[in-house]
């Protein structure tokens, strides 16, 4: 793989599939450097076989949602340089309708969700950030501004009165809350009977309208990812609505009760709590009776910002009444990340697990008498679920997966069967990946240490001893996957075996494996990934040179290779990715930092202790620091100060920095920021840690 192989990394979205299980339609997306951006549109998928048919050929479609009835499927919509919005087009194809715009919600709109079947007419809910007026583009009375009136420099102050005020990715926070909205499409959707009426092949009768989105909550907290009750009558959220919400990280299920078109009242009911108490809620759905919810939720502890390494699990609540939430799932399971979704079923829900490298793809079975089983694994393996979606009778189930030749694609689970349905990573593969190995370490104090190496092309590099790159996470309660990760592969297509593992601090090895590193931060951790590189260097059949080794890490994986460094001068070079390297600057500087700091290190004096920026005068190995300048998970000084005492100190160092990009630049920036990135880390190894061919 070459950096601007990067194009190549097409990748399949949360599909939804048709009622009869026929089809899934399903998000394929793929970094553009002719747009500069992420791209692509909608794909219809008969799972039963047979090729994929494009359905929508916008900028960036995403988010499908098939109505109850098959016939309609409503997307979110962004056009070149603008905010997503909500979409309409018919399941069989045809033109999309926009149905929102920057009138109304000029920051944009999340995926829609259908009402139930015979819940009354056909609407969407969605949620969408609400700006403060004057503010982002708007006037004071809320209307569109233009030209240098939308300048940002023209707005008032603000006054910042809480301590979580500000989100990587998204910017401040607490002037542009998002709120549930309801969008009543039935004059739209009735096009498909008018249709069907007048013959196969003849035009849908005109649009008539969509009336306004009526908003249904209000207020400072934001409310996201909404699901519909079963009777269509309330929408179900998750919050942080609860009074301590600026000092502590809870957040709660919620219920609000949606008016019907006939009710004319302005008064918005007051959301209900179904599901809170000492619990992170991120997702929130109903229950198969109707009666009670699901969410995914981790604990939070008594002060509500214990939450380091805390597994989500899946929970039980009843909808009204006194009776108490219940834990469908073991602690020792950990539910991933909220991204990974929570998917209600007839009978259930679909959850997914971090496992050993893996996500592995459950269903949960569940009602509100307390009969609850074990989970079922559907699918597992050296696999990564991303997402899945299955009929209401449970006949059909779909899952985007990646591996080591994928970064996602859709899969139909058959029994014991696994059939693909897409294959957009052939290109890829023909462009060329190396596959993962497997790699086990035993640490000083005999903890087990699993990860994998990546080996360059033998026919092209020869058989070794090759230079080594050790690689490190971000997180830390995060993890290395069994899936294709393009950092990596780069660097294996230029000639270097990498040497990638989960330390202690990790996800999917258990709680006390993701605890073991609070109060002790750049202790086991780092005799962890010490091990996973002198077991790989120790393995003859590897082949790697153990003079030529390096180590580069990002975020929290920045922490640990800045701090190995302040250690041993072992490594010919590093590189320092936006890096976490003083947690004192930290607080006040960091969007979380107000709670990281002291959730990870505990005191004071660990923070000082731990940080990498106290031992840098010990540095000798040469550095580049990668840094993004909106970066507000790690601040952009944090990099700065790094590279200034480096070279304070006569080390040779230089500074990366990618302007317009936040924290996730390696894996969502720009597409040409993505490929120069590449390019720069290669020159960087190629310096410092040069490849000859042929080994």
């Known amino acids: 793989m070459r950096p601007d192989d990067i194009t190549l990394l097409s990748a399949c979205g949360p599909p939804s599939l048709l009622p009869d299980g026929s089809a899934a339609v399903v998000p394929i997306t793929a970094p553009s450097l002719d747009e500069d951006e992420q791209v692509g549109g909608l794909w219809r998928v008969p799972t039963a076989g047979g090729a994929p048919q494009p359905l929508t050929r916008g900028h960036h479609d995403t988010s499908p949602a098939v109505s109850p009835d098959g016939a309609w499927v409503a997307f979110c919509r962004r056009e070149r340089d603008g905010r997503p919005q909500i979409a309409l087009v018919e399941a069989n194809g045809g033109e999309p309708l926009v149905l929102t715009g920057t009138a109304s919600h000029p920051l944009g709109v999340g995926a829609p969700v259908w009402s139930p079947a015979g819940a009354g007419p056909a609407r969407l809910a969605y949620a969408a950030q609400v700006p403060e007026p004057g503010r982002y583009g708007t006037a004071a009375d809320g209307a569109l501004l233009s030209g240098p009136a939308a300048s940002p420099g023209r707005e008032a102050p603000r006054l910042i009165t809480t301590l979580g005020h500000r989100l990587d990715g998204v910017g401040w926070t607490q002037d542009k809350p998002a709120h549930l909205f309801v969008l009543d499409v039935s004059d739209v959707t009735a096009r498909s009977s008018g249709a069907a009426r007048a013959g196969a092949g003849s035009p849908p009768p005109p649009v008539t309208g969509v009336g306004p989105a009526r908003q249904v909550t209000v207020g400072d907290s934001a409310d996201g990812d909404p699901a519909w009750t079963r009777d269509g009558r309330a929408l179900l959220f998750a919050s942080a609505r609860h009074g301590s919400s600026d000092d502590d990280l809870r957040a709660g299920a919620y219920r609000v009760d949606v008016p019907g078109p006939e009710d004319g009242t302005q008064t918005l009911p007051e959301p209900v709590l179904v599901l809170g108490g000492d619990r992170v809620v991120s997702r ?300 004192v600057s930290f607080v006040g500087s960091s969007d979380i930092g107000w709670y990281f700091p002291d959730a990870y290190h505990g005191s004071r004096e660990a923070m000082v202790e731990q940080s990498p920026m106290t031992h840098v005068a010990q540095v000798r190995t040469p550095t580049l620091v990668i840094h993004s300048e909106d970066d507000l998970r790690c601040p952009i000084e944090q990099g700065q100060r790094w590279f200034a005492e480096l070279r304070r100190g006569g080390i040779d160092a230089s500074l990366l920095v990618f302007p317009g990009e936040g924290h996730e630049l390696s894996r969502s920036g720009r597409p040409s920021h993505r490929v120069a990135r590449h390019q720069q880390v290669l020159r960087w190894w190629h310096v410092h840690l040069p490849v000859s061919t042929g080994g």
Request: glycine share 14%.
């Open 284 to 583: 929130v759905v109903p229950d198969p009776s109707g009666r009670g919810v699901l969410a995914v939720a981790g604990e939070s502890g008594p002060d509500g910002l214990d939450v380091v390494a805390r597994p989500g699990s899946l929970w039980w609540a009843p909808l009204e009444g006194d009776r108490p939430p219940r834990r469908l799932t073991d602690p020792s399971l950990d539910l991933g990340e909220p991204s990974a979704g929570l998917v209600a079923t007839g009978s259930g829900a679909l959850v997914v697990a971090r496992v050993r490298g893996a996500q592995h793809l459950l269903h949960v079975l569940a009602d509100d008498a307390g009969k609850d089983a074990e989970p079922q694994l559907l699918l597992g393996g050296h696999r990564t679920v991303l997402s899945a979606d299955a009929t209401a009778d449970g006949s059909v189930v779909v899952a985007v997966v990646a591996d080591g030749a994928s970064a996602g694609d859709l899969v139909r689970l058959h029994g014991a069967a696994v059939v693909p349905l897409t294959d957009v990573a052939a290109p890829l593969r023909a462009a060329g990946v190396r596959p993962l190995r497997e790699l086990t370490a035993t640490a000083p104090d005999g903890h087990p240490v699993h990860g994998w190496t990546v080996l360059p092309s033998p026919a092209v590099f020869g058989e070794g001893p090759h230079p080594t790159v050790l690689m490190i996470h971000g997180g830390p309660f995060s993890a290395f996957t069994w899936s294709l990760l393009d950092e990596v592969q780069v660097l294996a297509g230029a000639g270097y075996a990498v040497v990638l593992g989960n330390p202690r601090g990790s996800a999917g090895y258990g709680e006390a494996h993701g605890r073991a590193v609070v109060g002790a931060m750049g202790g086991p951790d780092a005799d962890d990934v010490t091990a996973l590189l002198d077991a790989a260097l120790a393995d003859d059949a590897l082949n790697l040179d153990p003079e030529r080794v390096g180590v580069m890490g990002g975020s929290y994986g920045g922490y640990l290779t800045a701090l190995l460094t302040t250690r041993t001068q072992r490594f010919a070079a590093a590189i320092v990715e936006r890096g976490y390297l003083d947690a």
